[in-house]
Nanobody, 113 residues
Framework: QVQPVESGGGLVQPGGSLRLSCATS????????MSWYRQPPGKQRELVAS???????NYSDSVKGRFTISRDSAKNTAYLQMNNLKPEDTAIYYC???????WGQGTQVTVSS
């Protein structure tokens, strides 16, 4: 089974930044749209951002202008740069390559003063 591995979460103050990373196998990475989802406490999982194989990006309205998704083919890794973080960004963040077969463990992001 193909499972992505997320990292980079942590505790940050409002207005701060974090960069999340998502690693997966090369065979999956090369053909997959890479997407980031998040699940706030007590809420459903939601799509945050995605990037296609050719680099086309898409963002939810709640993060547009603050988050940037990117991918590095040499490292088989996708990134989510998160700037100007707000308390409502607090959630477990998950990466999902479109050809993955299961979800990863996610990485916790907590925005609090």
């Amino acid at each position: 089974q193909v499972q992505p591995v997320e990292s980079g979460g942590g505790l940050v103050q409002p207005g701060g930044s974090l960069r999340l990373s998502c690693a997966t196998s090369g065979n999956i990475f090369r053909v997959s749209t890479m997407s980031w989802y998040r699940q706030p406490p007590g809420k459903q999982r939601e799509l945050v951002a995605s990037i296609t194989v050719v680099g086309t990006t898409n963002y939810s309205d709640s993060v547009k202008g603050r988050f940037t998704i990117s991918r590095d083919s040499a490292k088989n890794t996708a990134y989510l740069q998160m700037n100007n973080l707000k308390p409502e960004d607090t959630a477990i963040y998950y990466c999902y390559p479109s050809f993955a077969t299961r979800w990863g463990q996610g990485t916790q992001v907590t925005v609090s003063s």
